[in-house]
């Protein structure tokens, strides 16, 4: 009754505070982290409590099962951290992993099982972080999610029409059949979920750490279940036990004034992100939000960006990457030569950027990406974090050990290692980390404080839906509720995506007689957000969660 009690109260508040804020995909994981603070917690604190209840409320996204990439704010060092929780592959998968009598498998033969699962690395990465920047004990961050997954939890309309979508995939696997199907029925929405066996493997974290899952027999049992299943992986518990997060540096770009940062690879959405920032730079964009001018300049951007993507990026400790060149001002500023305000390119090609190494490259092929989840977070000392956690696809491989998913994150590789002869550079290789899209953001105003915190679910889409929200309250000034509440626009590859049933989807004709390639269709991004001002009044923090989801800004 004390949580219920707990959670109404966080509902009825307004999305704006003056201390401290969690937003979440989930209330219950905005509620679980705002309860960290409220106890005198930092900001990795409520992150680590909120990523813990998201493994439970909404398991099709993210987990203890996947990866994740996090942008710190250390408010009294004044200093930004990357971390890297992006699983790996295991160190016997080739870079024909996905080839089948030299052809690539589909993307569901390939996700599904054993085959597609990474390494786990967000349980280890965030162990890490609060090792260095946490407040409260390590156990005490997972009493909410523990109460919770004997308690129960209410199925969302969400979770209960992805079950039901998902339904044949998931009832291949007994342990993921007998949750989500009970009586070999999808879950209906308002049905109370209880998962002791989520609750047992988070009681064995909090009194062991990160490695309840990386050695011993929770470790066995994914191994096992990996190389044990139909469509068989290569994962084992020596890949489990060595596997480390990395600390790197964040990358930054100026925009209208602003520092914007973001994850360098293996992420592509940093890259992408400030790419697509600085070519609107050239650009006038005091724009109608809604208008037809807006959409062309976001969607041409954002091609023009995907193109470099496929062709450069990938995890850099395995391939030279470009990253100096791609954000070189003067080669951007040639590349923004390229966008006419009246017409679309024809087809978007890679440029040319200063400082490549190594043998060229192919572009890689389009292929499909999905689920994801974020949390923003800012505490009472100003410290601030930007989290985006993945399995992957919705529900990840479909397998179920210990109460949470895997991940299928491997199918984020190339299927294809070459073309023509040429190497793809996100092609599967040892230990190699699949490149991703998570665009984790802050913003920091020409003295150096931040004044925003965001990032997106949404696979490959994140990249695009992060630029538009940065273009929203930078250019636009628009709020953060406002700004990810916005009808979608931007470019997939060379595709400029209109979200369906909104004003956005009207503008298809016109785009297309400029000559885009439109897609009108359901977007499902996942944006979390915080505004931090600075005025007379003192701080104030207005919080945004995407209306697509579960999401709250919960907040004091």
Known sequence: MARLVLLLLCLALPAQAQRQMVVAAHPMAAVAGLAMLRAGGTAVDAAVAAQAMLALVEPQASGLGGGALMLHWDAAARRLAAWDGRETAPAAAP????????????????????????????????????RRQGKLPWAQLFAPAIAAAEAGFIVTPRLAAQIAADAERLRRDPQARAYFLPGDKPLAEGTRLRNPALAATLRAIAEQGADALHRGPIAGEIAAAVRGHANPG????????GYAP????????PYRGHTVCSMP???????????????????????DPRSLDAAHLLGEAGRIAFADRNRYLADADHVPVPL????????????????????ALAAPRPGNPPWQGGAPLASQ??????????????????????????????????MMVRGFLLNNELTDFSFLPEIDGRPVA???GPAKRPRSSMSPSIVFNAEGQPVAVLGSAGGSRIIGHVAQTLVAMLDWGMEPQAAVALPRIGALNATLELEAGTSAAALAPALEARGFPVDVRVMNSGLTAIRILR??????????????????????
């Open 95 to 130: 870079p024909t992993l996905f080839l089948r009598d030299g052809q690539p498998m589909g993307f569901h033969e390939a996700a599904v099982g054993g085959r597609a699962v990474g390494v786990p690395g967000a349980l280890r990465m965030l162990e890490a972080v609060h």
């Open 234 to 241: 290569l994962l084992t518990t020596d890949d489990l036990a």
């Open 426 to 428: 996100n092609r599967v």
């Open 535 to 556: 005025d007379a009044d003192g701080l104030r923090l207005l919080g945004g969660a995407d209306p697509r989801r579960d999401g709250l800004a919960a907040a004091e």
């Open 365 to 398: 092929p389009p292929q499909p990406e999905h689920g994801t989840s974020h949390l923003s977070v800012v505490d009472a000392a100003g410290n601030a974090v930007s989290l985006t956690t993945t399995i992957e696809d919705v529900f990840g491989a479909r």
């Open 265 to 287: 690879p293996p992420s592509s959405g940093g890259v992408a992100v400030l790419q697509i920032l600085a070519l609107l730079s050239h650009q006038e964009m005091q724009l």
């Open 246 to 253: 990395v600390e790197r540096q964040p990358l930054c770009g």
């Open 324 to 343: 100096r060149g791609l954000l070189d001002p003067t080669y951007l500023a040639i590349r923004a030569q390229l966008i006419d305000r009246d017409h």
